[in-house]
């Protein structure tokens, strides 16, 4: 979401605004600088110092991120307190500077800390430096790392192996006795590594496809034998991993030297062969980069012969065929991919290519006869996927223009309600006569009704919402007392009905403290309190928070989140 600084007030939560400014007025901005234009870092003072950064383009807010543990929104009191010092001359406010770290004025217009730096860079001689570098890498770890990341490629001593030092180095410091990393640590793994990953993509950026490579395949091996023994409960070490492979198929469709082609190939099947990513979708992941840079015939030879030399599951049988078919279309050319297809139709993928090409072709009566097999065999065992292949026949019916089996299809994936790869609704209404849709509509709530209650609350309130029907909608989430589903249907209700919408979060939140106990539950219980709030119910949810506090006086836990409201 961006900001816009001239009324950033109507799109901030009302409470985070008020404790906001109440931090901006009591000083709590300890520091702020400018790190280059309409880039902002400041330290505010809370529980702890939190650091803020926030990036201004055309007069909005266009990025911004805290470092404190708030997770109820995008953005916390401690973002909005920034950006009211920020607006302090708009806005007419001052503060008291009662902050413990406060200078007592109001920060001046000085240079950016881009400009400070290149200004020392121009004043210090090349041993100063050596020897400020020399000092920070001995004595800050985070520096070191950085520094070799960032510089290494530019000496004769850069090599795979130097990163992959970096990554072990990294992952022994966060070990505990035992040399298992647990979760709080696992972040700070994912952080520094994330920060070698990022130099890699400025590596690509900049066309130094080789140092990209060294960094990004140590990575991706070190770090996934680091989830044998690291808690990635937050995913961060996946997430490094997934990084390191975009990167790389980012090199392998660039247009790269032949040297970086060769390398990377040499690399890539290297990798498959040692069996590494077994059991992720990352092996699959090498032969999809590999089949991306073969050139030669003698490339593709050895690619195919790897092809099922480690298929455990029919996911990965099929996945193989696909790069299969990439390959013969390659290297051999379309006829001969055409033919793979024919004798492939029961993989999903080739079978989907093949409806494509059909209807591309206007040939309709083989895609729909390609479409029908589809569902014939996947209906019993993956009715997901029979549904996409009565996606197509819709679309080779939009192609015909055939209205009745338009209508047909789309009214029966638009009660099914699983896919939504088309606006199956708006399908339905373009095809149907005005004066016949109050009644279809009316059949297709009954018809949606008579099916599973909670699985298509959504569709029906999808028509209520398309219809403007909100008093229909307001009975529906009554129906629900379902503290999600209020709130997910808040913001077509709250103009019309922001007294009844108060009232159902509390007789909602009333029950679910009836069945669930903790502080994670009370912090969600007080979350919802919030939105009662900004719906202009402040007296309901203090007697709501009295009323509790009387009935659960022994739930110490509550009574403290109850307290922070």
Known sequence: MQIPLNNFEKYINETILDRGLTYFKNGHITSLEELSPGEFEA??????????????????????????????????????AVIYYLQQEETGLKQSYKGKNSTGKPATKRKTVSEQVDEMLGSLSHDDLKTFIKGQCITDPAFRRSFFSGL??????????????????????????????????????????????????RHVDSGNYLSACYICFPVAEEMVKAL????????????????????????????????IRVYLLDQVLKHYKKNIFSGWDWQTYLLDIAVQVVKTEKEAEVVFSLLYTHTHSEYESEQMTRLEYELIRKIK????????????????DLRRKAI??????????????????????????????????????????????????????????????????????????????????NSFVEGLIDEI??????????????????????????????????????????????????????????????????????????????RYMRRMVKLGASNRVKNLVASLRKEYPQRRALIDELNKI
């Open 356 to 437: 494509e090409k059909a209807l591309r072709d206007k040939n309709f009566e083989k895609a729909k006869s390609l479409a029908n097999d589809g569902i014939k065999k996947d209906t019993d065992d993956k009715p997901g996927l029979a549904k996409e292949w009565y996606d197509w026949l819709l679309r080779i019916a939009l192609a015909e223009d055939d209205k009745p089996h338009i209508v047909e299809y789309a009214r029966y994936l638009f009660i099914d309600g699983f896919r939504h790869d088309q606006d199956y609704y708006g399908i339905l209404k373009q095809y149907t006569k005005p004066a016949e849709w």
């Open 449 to 526: 009704r008579r099916k599973d209650r909670w699985s298509n609350i959504d569709v029906i309130g999808k028509i209520y919402i398309t219809e403007q029907w909100w008093d229909r909608l307001l009975k529906l989430v009554r129906e629900t007392r379902h503290l999600p589903y209020i709130q997910h249907y808040e913001k077509y209700l709250s103009d019309k009905y922001p007294t009844e919408l108060a009232e159902l979060y509390e007789k909602g939140i009333t029950d679910y403290l009836k069945r669930m106990t903790g502080r994670n539950h009370y912090q969600e219980a007080c």
């Open 152 to 201: 290494l490629y530019k000496t004769s001593a850069e090599s795979p192996e130097k990163y992959r030092e970096q990554v072990k180095n990294i992952l022994r410091s966060a070990k505990e006795r035992g040399g298992f990393i647990n979760w709080s640590r696992v972040g700070m793994v994912g952080k520094a590594v994330n920060a070698m990953l990022d130099i890699a993509m």
């Open 333 to 348: 050319g379309e006829k001969e991919a055409e033919k793979f297809i024919e004798q492939n139709l029961d993989n999903s």
């Open 228 to 259: 044998d023994f690291a808690d990635d409960s937050d995913g961060d070490i996946g997430s490094n991993i997934e990084t390191a492979f975009e990167i790389l198929a980012a090199i392998s469709s660039s247009e790269i030297p032949e040297e």
């Open 43 to 80: 330290v505010v003072e809370g529980t702890e110092d939190y650091e803020v950064r926030l990036k201004i383009q055309n007069n909005n807010v266009t990025e911004y991120s805290c470092s404190c543990p708030y997770d109820y929104g995008s953005v916390c009191k401690h973002i909005v």
